[in-house]
Nanobody
Framework: QVQLVESGGGLVQAGGSLRLSCAAS????????MAWHRQAPGKQRELVAT???????TYADAVKGRFTISRDNVRNTVYLQINKLKPEDTAAYYC??????????WGQGTQVTVSS
């Protein structure tokens, strides 16, 4: 079992920045990759960024150049640095962990609201 707790969301003006955190606990060694997803009201949840244990990263086209995913293996925490926020970035952001056995775990989400 893996437990994930997100934090760092909030209300910010367009052009601002936020850093989201996702603290993992439990069977840390079973995690193959971690990711951030987001879900805007009335829309499907979408993948934003992923990071492997080795630090390889991928990003959705909509966030490339503005979002940066990173991980601190000592603190078992994954971060999402969000710069140049746009109103369309408004969404609930969810942390996700995938294990080597194919299990998926989700955090409870943290809300990001961008005002224009």
């Amino acid at each position: 079992q893996v437990q994930l707790v997100e934090s760092g969301g909030g209300l910010v003006q367009a052009g601002g920045s936020l850093r989201l955190s996702c603290a993992a606990s439990g069977s840390i060694g079973s995690i193959a990759a971690m990711a951030w997803h987001r879900q805007a009201p009335g829309k499907q949840r979408e993948l934003v960024a992923t990071i492997t244990p080795g630090g390889s990263t991928t990003y959705a086209d909509a966030v490339k150049g503005r979002f940066t995913i990173s991980r601190d293996n000592v603190r078992n925490t994954v971060y999402l640095q969000i710069n140049k926020l746009k109103p369309e970035d408004t969404a609930a952001y969810y942390c996700n962990a995938n294990t080597y056995r194919g299990a998926w775990y989700w955090g409870q989400g943290t809300q990001v609201t961008v005002s224009s």
